[in-house]
């Protein structure tokens, strides 16, 4: 079953394991992480987490679109979207989690 994994829910793993900081400190300093995130990328830096993947913004090019139901013809702007690379290690860790989660169930 595929699950989603909520802010609220890293940060509560975050004090467990962290117990010696309050859970504002560490709020402020999950918050402080994604907004440095954010503004690197939109200074089009990319991020390399080592083991986990890189994320980097790529370029949607201006070009003209047809809305579907009135065939009208509409320009649409240049615009970024978001690109994850998985890196080596993650990739290893959740095949071999597949993997073993399907040799179980066998």
Do not use: A, C, W
Not at 13 to 24: A, P, V, W, Y
Not at 59 to 78: D, G, S
């Amino acid at each position: 079953k595929i699950g989603l994994m909520l802010k609220s829910e890293i940060l509560e793993k975050l004090q467990e394991k962290h117990n010696n900081l309050s859970s504002d400190d560490i709020d402020t300093l999950f918050n402080i992480f994604i907004k440095k995130m954010s503004i690197s990328l939109k200074n089009g830096q990319n991020i390399e987490l080592r083991g986990f993947g890189t994320l980097s913004r790529k370029i949607n090019r201006e070009k003209l679109v047809r809305n579907p139901k009135t065939n009208e013809k509409l320009f649409k702007n240049q615009s970024y979207k978001l690109h994850f690379k998985i890196g080596k290690v993650l990739h290893k860790k959740i095949n071999r989690l597949t993997v073993s989660n399907t040799e179980d169930e066998v």
